[in-house]
């Protein structure tokens, strides 16, 4: 395989350490052309990991899809790793395919409308639903024999595999998925008032103030409603104890009825952790229209007020050093096995001060990080193939969890007691 990395942020970053690491002698991982809207950044991350002919560095815009595809062609790309911000994600994608190489990505674009209608039907909130874009092209991926593989990651990512193997293995019927992103983490000497995006700022601003998104089959399909909606109480496992939880915008709601439709599922959401903290300087950025990706005009100067914030918030790749606690993730599954309803939570631990021990680098991060690099390398192995664009749970999710437990990415499957709806 021959790889462009497009965006050698923290989890671009990430995804090359563990890569190189699952494969130190490049027996199917040949080269990786290591990009970045800063040719600085793009260098740092190719020489920290210390093969030059093997890890190359490369300036690009991924909002210029023609410069992506000369790369591509150039350097004889076969598979593209997207891990850019996600509004160059389609750009990346009609790259790819315009050079004839492989894709992949850890997220999706979507546009919410300026005045959102909310309630039943997701094309009334959104003028771009998220993964519309990429599943529209799926005949003509197909056509052509390429594969681009949508949302790769810990959520979206790992979850949609442990999805998948729940309707495989765990029930007869799945009737409901619903996915938990949690975890203690917490800076014991941290000022109270403290802000801190865990992850890339446009995404933060993206998918948690974006209209959020759930899918109930038996309500009428897609329910859109506003952002920090259904507030519940989660008690995570592995001592992360009690957390709160809202629903916010991601691609598994999506995803999941596409693929395990089939098997039973009427149901799935996506609920997120939030520090208070950050909720409030979400809403505050909201209100005063620093979400805006309008330019306005300060002293003469046009800026886009988004850029302004994603510049000024601190960094996911700078924080994480005096953090304690872990990241957990999982599903929450629920269905009838032999007749009888059963409930289950897969689910994947990522302790902070063993993710800073072993990789260097904060746990959201690394945890993010894996998620995309076993799939690649079952990509990169022809494990993982089809002509057209899917996203993880279409596979068998067999050979993803023994790369799991072979690597030391651990999961659990616990059995719940019965509850109500999640």
Not at 36 to 41: F, I, P, T
Not at 141 to 160: H, S, Y
Not at 285 to 292: M, N, P, T, V, W
Request: proline content about 5%; some cysteine; hydrophobic content about 40%.
């Amino acid at each position: 395989m021959r790889m462009l990395l497009a965006g050698a942020g923290a989890v671009g970053d990430s995804i090359l350490r563990i890569l190189k690491v699952r494969d130190p002698k490049a027996e199917w991982l040949e080269f990786v052309l290591v990009c970045d809207y800063s040719a600085k950044r793009a260098a740092e991350v190719a020489k920290r990991l210390g093969e030059p002919e093997r890890f190359c560095p490369c300036r690009l815009d991924a909002m210029d899809t023609k410069a992506a595809e000369a790369l591509i062609r150039d350097y004889r790309i076969d598979f593209v790793m997207d891990a850019a911000p996600p509004f160059a994600s389609n750009r990346i994608f009609d790259a790819a395919y315009a050079a004839g190489a492989d894709y992949a990505s850890m997220g999706t674009w979507s546009v919410p409308m300026e005045s959102p209608a909310y309630g039943i039907g997701i094309e009334n909130s959104y003028t771009e639903p998220m993964t519309k874009y990429n599943f529209d092209r799926f005949e003509a991926w197909k056509e052509r024999g390429q594969m681009a593989v949508i949302c790769l990651g810990i959520d979206p990512g790992v979850v949609n595999v442990f999805a998948k193997y729940a309707a495989l293995h765990l029930f007869d019927v799945i009737r409901e998925v619903h996915v938990k992103d949690g975890g203690n983490l917490c800076e014991p000497e941290a000022d109270p008032d403290t802000v801190v995006f865990g992850f890339n700022v446009w995404t933060v601003l993206d998918e948690v103030m974006n209209p959020n998104v759930e899918y109930d089959e038996e309500r009428g399909g897609f329910l859109v409603e506003k952002a920090f909606a259904g507030q519940e109480k989660f008690m995570m496992p592995e001592g992360v104890g009690e957390n709160t939880l809202v629903k916010v915008e991601h691609e598994e709601v999506v995803t999941l009825p596409r693929y395990l439709g089939a098997y039973g599922l009427k149901r799935a959401t996506f609920k997120i952790s939030l520090d208070e903290n950050l909720i409030t300087a979400l809403k505050v950025i909201d209100k005063l229209g620093l979400r805006s990706l309008h330019p306005v005009e300060v002293n003469g100067v046009k800026v886009v007020p988004r850029d302004v914030v994603a510049a000024c918030a601190p960094q996911p790749k700078d924080i994480g050093d005096e953090m304690v606690g872990k990241m957990l993730v999982g599903v929450h599954c629920i269905g009838e096995k032999d007749g009888k309803r059963k409930e289950y939570f897969l689910y994947q631990p990522f302790d902070n001060q063993k993710s800073l021990r072993d990789w260097g680098m904060q746990a959201v991060v690394v945890q993010t990080g894996f998620g995309a690099a076993l799939a690649i390398e079952l990509i990169g192995k022809g494990i993982w193939r089809e002509a057209g664009v899917y996203s993880p749970e279409y596979f068998a999710p067999e050979p993803y969890l023994r790369l799991m437990e072979e690597s030391g990415f651990e999961y659990h499957i616990i059995e719940m007691p019965l509850s109500g709806r999640g």
